[in-house]
């Protein structure tokens, strides 16, 4: 199994900034894609955005140019540096990872517990 810690979440004022941080451990012999998604109360889960093969990045429109995602290959690990924080971005954010356990296996799906980002004044 892989699991995913995220950490970095907390209480900012609009404007403001915060990174997470999520790290993979576990059994794991290959990581193809990390990424993020968040989910706010009463709506569904939703793509923030994407690390596929180490080097295509890809974002939400509503935070592109504000978050950026970046990756650490030999750490298995994927940050989300977030600028320009809005009270719409309030929600709970999950890492997400699509890996193999071991060489050949299928590919599957792994998820975070969430760390809440609350953007409020």
């Known amino acids: 199994q892989v699991q995913l810690v995220e950490s970095g979440g907390g209480l900012v004022q609009p404007g403001g900034s915060l990174r997470l941080s999520c790290a993979a451990s576990?059994?794991?012999?290959?990581?193809?894609?990390m990424g993020w998604y968040r989910q706010a109360p009463g709506k569904q889960r939703e793509f923030v955005a994407t690390?596929?093969?180490?080097?295509?990045?890809s974002y939400a429109d509503s935070v592109k140019g504000r978050f950026t995602i970046s990756r650490d290959n030999a750490n298995n690990t994927v940050y989300l540096q977030m600028n320009g924080l809005k009270p719409e971005d309030t929600a709970v954010y999950y890492c997400?990872?699509?890996?193999?356990?071991?060489?050949?296996?299928?590919?599957?799906?792994?998820w975070g517990q969430g760390t809440q980002v609350t953007v409020s004044s």
């Open positions: 690390s596929t093969g180490g080097s295509t990045l």
């Open positions: 576990g059994s794991i012999f290959s990581i193809y894609h």
């Open positions: 997400n990872a699509v890996a193999q356990t071991i060489v050949g296996a299928p590919w599957h799906n792994f």
